[in-house]
């Protein structure tokens, strides 16, 4: 379903030739209308792909009538060449579709630093143009995979329209966007600035609530699509949720595919003074190398989480802080609390719970163990 | 030679039984004078162990007689209880050598979250007072390793006066401070108020910028202890340069020895416009767990370099950006720059350059790289 599941949309996945092993590495998404409503948010880092700056300034004019996506090469750091690269993919899905190349967004995936063949991807615009179809969407999701072990999709049926999405993205997760490349469509009649409006709020508690190994990502990517073709226009708070409720759905599927993890792990920060002070908590906890590894060792080392939150501006006492795993409260007023011996962690899922005792605000943030396979994977990435 | 290179100071090294492997886990340093200032920096960490809340004390005095530090457990995140035994334990040294309690340093390393076996300690503190002697540098330095392959220590040799240190710390290395436990004695004639001042300066360009994996400690302590004994004052300059260059040597020999690391790697951040510009990205550089495992797998990933760099708020352009892997620069002016396969990353010792084009400053940060050697070590540390 994915892309597709919304009425106006067709989509298609394809073999260009990009990845030398033959893999699907193209994904096209065209909405067909009547509306080409549109919106995006991108990687906070500085050092921005090719792809991300075409694509920012197209999402500038709130219209988009086609997303072109490719895995096999992420075009950054590419210099002014990259940049004509992407220009020109953009300029050919237009003459192929017979749009406008500014509202043509581009985005790809892959090793930095490496110029993608543009021999191959040009050519491969036409395939993926003649394969379009409104069934398209799951093919659309498989060729956007890079280590990815599964597509990830979503779709929230509303009462007449619908929010369909696709995402990839396993390794160099973290905020600012936590994913990579992501699209969502809705058949609902709304303007660009709604579906901004909605966007932003949606990723602000998901996408960006990722963090799975701290690194963030030059090509970050996610665009919402409204074709119109439902003529429906649902209440801004319904659709919102809706568009919540997909990117939280996928953001829970990039975690479960993570690069080498054996556990997912929730942490949820309570009581805290702020919900950046929650935020700021939950992201330190998250990126602790040694917690994550004690984890993946099913070793409930609270200590580690509590050497994480004092690294932390965050308002609290040392001699106040509490924290459970897995519904046991093994630190209590920072010091030792029930019997370590009587947490479970034989499931994937561990669950932290760190209190601040500090207010009434609440966030968070999901990440996952960090493992020997996590080690070769990125060891061997780009050899 | 390590803490009795020193002229008035005595040492020793002993198994207390801290240790279930009945490895040395206690080791005492003694002032003999006829000075007793001192100097301390500690763990910015707002969670501190309580042997750091006793010492930072201590220190505000400027004077110690004696450092006690036993490995086998943190005394870190254990309440009342665990300052209750850190103040008997400084009470305990004060009784056997007959000094001041208030002038007793507590230095402690092992795991978080677990009272000291105080009924195995105390009388330890007694067999270690025995054993004191000119000749016991060694053997305290040895007592102090948790999970070091090797002791640490380091002299410098002055114009009748000399420097001497011990160190260890192998994980949970990480600026603010970049080691646990240093322990540095020196027989110039010094007051307090100098040691603080060539302390800080050293620590800063140091200890401070050894981030072996990013993880702040609980416990981190760097003494400086002076007896005077030699009876000589040396010039600021030239005492300062001394502290600098056993501090640097002993971060050098922390780096060698971190836990599971296969390479170690020199992050040197060139034309920044300011040195804490430098340290930032030398510092998220040295945080990119991505980055980390590539350098493991001998790929020099500069795309991973800068999308770290982009993470920063420091001062450059993107497509200035230039970046040398062991003198190679693979990204010139942000993009693809000389012949990645000229990179020849077979030996230990891994060089980074950033080459920022934003001023004239520059830092050194040391690192390591992330290998499935450091998840076993840590997944199973607690266990």
Request: proline share 3%.
């Given at each position: 379903?994915?892309?597709?599941?919304?009425?106006?949309?067709?989509?298609?996945?394809?073999?260009?030739?990009?990845?030398?092993?033959?893999?699907?590495d193209?994904?096209?998404?065209?909405?067909?209308?009547?509306?080409?409503?549109?919106?995006?948010?991108?990687?906070?880092?500085?050092?921005?792909?090719?792809?991300?700056?075409?694509?920012?300034?197209?999402?500038?004019?709130?219209?988009?009538?086609?997303?072109i996506?490719?895995?096999?090469?992420?075009?950054?750091?590419?210099?002014?060449?990259?940049?004509?690269?992407?220009?020109a993919?953009?300029e050919k899905?237009?003459a192929?579709?017979?749009?406008?190349?500014?509202?043509?967004?581009v985005?790809?995936?892959?090793?930095?630093?490496?110029?993608?063949?543009?021999?191959k991807?040009?050519?491969?615009v036409e395939?993926?143009?003649?394969?379009?179809?409104?069934?398209?969407?799951?093919?659309?999701?498989?060729?956007?995979?890079?280590?990815?072990?599964?597509h990830?999709?979503?779709?929230?049926t509303?009462?007449?329209?619908?929010?369909g999405?696709?995402?990839?993205?396993?390794?160099?997760?973290?905020?600012?966007?936590?994913?990579?490349?992501?699209?969502?469509?809705?058949?609902?009649d709304?303007?660009?600035?709604?579906?901004?409006?909605?966007?932003?709020?949606?990723?602000?508690?998901?996408?960006?609530?990722?963090?799975?190994?701290?690194?963030?990502?030059?090509?970050?990517?996610?665009?919402?699509?409204?074709?119109?073709?439902?003529?429906?226009?649902?209440r801004?708070?319904?659709?919102?949720?809706?568009?919540r409720?997909?990117?939280?759905?996928?953001g829970?599927?990039?975690?479960?595919?993570?690069?080498?993890?054996?556990?997912?792990?929730?942490?949820?920060?309570?009581?805290?003074?702020?919900?950046?002070?929650?935020?700021?908590?939950?992201?330190?906890?998250?990126?602790?190398?040694?917690?994550?590894?004690?984890?993946?060792g099913?070793?409930?080392n609270?200590?580690?989480?509590?050497?994480?939150?004092?690294?932390?501006?965050?308002?609290?006492?040392?001699?106040?802080?509490?924290?459970?795993?897995?519904?046991?409260?093994?630190?209590?007023?920072g010091?030792?609390?029930?019997?370590?011996?009587?947490?479970?962690?034989?499931?994937?899922?561990v669950?932290?719970?760190?209190?601040?005792?500090?207010?009434?605000?609440?966030?968070?943030?999901?990440?996952?163990?960090?493992t020997?396979?996590?080690?070769?994977?990125?060891?061997?990435?780009?050899?």
């Amino acid at each position: 379903m994915s892309v597709t599941a919304a009425q106006g949309f067709t989509a298609s996945g394809i073999a260009a030739g990009i990845k030398e092993n033959g893999n699907p590495d193209l994904a096209l998404v065209v909405n067909n209308g009547p509306r080409l409503a549109a919106a995006g948010v991108f990687t906070s880092n500085r050092v921005k792909a090719a792809p991300v700056l075409w694509s920012e300034q197209v999402l500038k004019g709130g219209q988009v009538s086609a997303v072109i996506l490719n895995s096999g090469g992420a075009n950054a750091c590419t210099g002014p060449k990259g940049f004509q690269d992407t220009h020109a993919t953009a300029e050919k899905v237009a003459a192929v579709l017979d749009v406008n190349a500014g509202e043509v967004a581009v985005a790809s995936t892959g090793l930095i630093g490496v110029l993608l063949p543009m021999d191959k991807l040009l050519p491969g615009v036409e395939s993926a143009a003649a394969q379009l179809s409104a069934h398209g969407g799951e093919k659309a999701a498989i060729a956007i995979k890079t280590t990815d072990t599964v597509h990830k999709t979503s779709v929230h049926t509303g009462d007449g329209w619908s929010v369909g999405g696709m995402a990839k993205g396993a390794g160099m997760l973290a905020p600012g966007l936590a994913t990579m490349l992501v699209v969502l469509t809705t058949d609902a009649d709304l303007d660009s600035e709604t579906l901004d409006r909605a966007l932003r709020a949606a990723t602000r508690t998901t996408f960006d609530r990722v963090d799975s190994d701290g690194c963030m990502s030059t090509n970050d990517t996610v665009l919402l699509l409204a074709s119109g073709a439902s003529a429906v226009t649902p209440r801004y708070a319904e659709f919102a949720e809706a568009v919540r409720a997909v990117c939280d759905d996928l953001g829970q599927q990039l975690i479960r595919d993570a690069e080498g993890a054996s556990k997912d792990i929730k942490i949820e920060v309570v009581n805290a003074a702020s919900e950046d002070d929650a935020v700021e908590v939950g992201r330190s906890i998250a990126r602790n190398n040694l917690l994550k590894c004690a984890i993946h060792g099913e070793d409930p080392n609270w200590g580690r989480v509590l050497s994480a939150i004092g690294t932390t501006g965050a308002a609290f006492e040392p001699d106040q802080l509490n924290v459970a795993i897995n519904g046991v409260w093994v630190c209590k007023n920072g010091g030792v609390g029930e019997d370590r011996e009587l947490v479970d962690m034989r499931y994937r899922e561990v669950h932290i719970v760190a209190d601040l005792a500090a207010g009434s605000e609440t966030a968070t943030i999901w990440t996952n163990d960090l493992t020997a396979d996590y080690v070769h994977e990125n060891s061997a990435y780009s050899s």
